[in-house]
C-alpha cells in the first residue's frame, strides 16, 4: 500500500508563487505515474498535471500551462509542483495522486489507487 503526504500549500498574491511537495511512504516503488488534482467545493475535479517518474515524462492540463511545472526528484522520490503566475482561479485543494501503471500518464482519467489527503492553495 503506496501513503502520499503533500505539503508546502497555503496562501499566496495573486502573481505569486507556491511549491507543493508529495513524499510517499509505506511500500515505495520506484516508477510510478504521479499527478497533482485540484477540486473546488461543488466542482469537479481536475487533474493538473502528471509525471512517469521513469522517463520524466510530463502532461499538464490547459488551464496551467506555461504556470506550473510537475517534477519528480529520483533521489528522494519526491513529487513537486511549482506554481507561479497565480490567479485567484487556481485556488484549491490539491491532491497528490499515484498509479503503479504507466498508461495512467497517457490518459486524463482521474482514477487513481492512491491519494494524499490534500493540501489547500489560496490565492487572493
Known amino acids: 500500500h503506496v501513503q502520499l503526504v503533500e505539503s508546502g500549500g497555503g496562501s499566496a498574491q495573486a502573481g505569486g508563487s507556491l511549491r507543493l511537495s508529495c513524499a510517499p511512504s509505506?511500500?515505495?516503488?520506484?516508477?510510478?505515474?504521479m499527478a497533482w488534482v485540484r477540486q473546488v467545493p461543488g466542482k469537479e475535479r481536475e487533474g493538473v498535471a502528471r509525471i512517469y517518474t521513469h522517463n520524466a515524462g510530463t502532461s499538464y492540463a490547459n488551464s496551467v500551462k506555461g504556470r506550473f511545472t510537475i517534477s519528480h526528484d529520483n533521489a528522494n522520490n519526491t513529487l513537486y509542483l511549482q506554481m507561479n503566475s497565480l490567479s485567484p482561479e487556481d485556488t484549491a485543494m490539491y491532491y497528490c495522486?499515484?498509479?503503479?501503471?504507466?498508461?495512467?500518464?497517457?490518459?486524463?482519467?482521474?482514477?487513481?489507487?492512491?491519494w494524499g489527503e490534500g493540501t489547500q492553495v489560496t490565492v487572493s
Open positions: 495522486a499515484a498509479d503503479l501503471q504507466w498508461a495512467m500518464c497517457l490518459s486524463d482519467k482521474l482514477d487513481f489507487p492512491f
Open positions: 509505506g511500500t515505495v516503488y520506484r516508477q510510478y505515474c
